[in-house]
């Protein structure tokens, strides 16, 4: 936690967070030295901040931003997150996107309910020699919450309607360096992974009928019979069901947040969305990320 900024980190135990709060705000959110937190106008009405790309380590992500500033791309700010150190820059829709790297081999020592202080900081890429070692956990031990409803192992991917389908595809391959694992027969979804494997971009081609935006975050759960089991639970509560989607591959059941924002737990029974995707269409190809 950050209680200086009303700030909170969620995960379950794969990396730092999967997830960061921070409270809505009037006010500037300032961190660790007078550190302006980026922003940009954000933090005023609910909404998201920024999504986060994990570089392999702090000498991969300052050679990056090198590029990035010879190939003319504005850097919105540089941060020492004291666990992680990061650039942000913007797409072309202006949703902030978040480069790092892991800084610290524990990140437990830094992120934990027993501190209270503020760990937003200046940072400088390159001032200092950067680490060449790769610092995220291997074989994380995931924890659950034993009374929870839903029981994910991690955030899996997010999927957005961007104004312009095409000219962000061309930003997120050529720019970003994401590789496309599928699109569907109409061209209007392209899937994006980047190394690690599996897939963590989704675009959706609007054509009028969804707004432009966030769509929503998906979290994968480890099996369908879990994955039934939380519905089953769901239905004690007074969240409703926003949305099932049942296919071949795939098993999802979408809520809304506090905030609007639609979740996404999901099952995917062939672990291959980019074969799915290219293979003959049956039915609507959006139900498996729609």
């Known amino acids: 936690m950050e209680p200086g900024i009303r700030a909170g980190f969620l995960s379950n135990g794969n990396t730092h967070h999967d997830i960061g709060l921070v409270e809505v705000s009037t006010k500037p959110t300032i961190g660790r ?68 790297a892991d800084s610290v081999e524990d990140w437990r020592t830094i992120f934990n309910l027993e501190r209270e202080d503020l760990v937003s900081g200046p940072w400088t890429p390159g001032e200092q020699p950067p680490i060449e070692k790769s610092l995220y956990p291997v074989n994380p031990k995931i924890r659950r919450v034993d009374h929870a409803v839903f029981h ?71 099996s369908e019979r879990e994955l039934i089991a939380s519905e089953r639970e769901l239905e004690k509560t007074d969240v409703p069901i926003d949305r099932r989607v049942e296919s071949e591959g795939r098993h999802s059941v979408f809520v809304r947040d506090p905030d609007g924002f639609r979740v996404e737990f999901y099952h995917d029974r062939s672990g291959d969305i980019g074969r799915r995707l290219n293979a003959p269409p049956v039915g609507d190809a959006r139900a498996y990320t729609v």
Not at 59 to 65: E, G, I, P, T
Not at 159 to 184: A, C, H, K, M, Q
């Open 152 to 222: 994910p192992r991690r955030m899996s991917h997010v999927t957005i309607v961007p104004t312009n389908f095409d000219e962000s595809v061309r930003f997120y391959t050529e720019i970003i360096g994401l590789e496309e694992v599928g699109d569907d027969a109409s061209h209007s979804i392209t899937v994006l992974r980047g190394s690690a494997g599996g897939w963590d971009l989704v675009l959706l081609r609007s054509d009028g009928d969804l707004p432009q935006g966030l769509h929503h975050f998906g979290f994968q759960v480890e």
């Open 33 to 100: 030295d007078g550190h302006m937190q980026p922003s940009s106008g954000r933090g005023k009405q609910p909404g998201i901040n920024h999504f986060g790309f994990e570089m392999e380590n702090e000498a991969d992500l300052v050679r990056s931003y090198g590029r990035a500033r010879k190939a003319g791309i504005k850097i919105h700010a540089t941060t020492d997150h004291l666990i992680s150190r990061s650039v942000y820059i913007f797409d072309p829709d202006g949703i902030l996107l978040e480069f790092y």
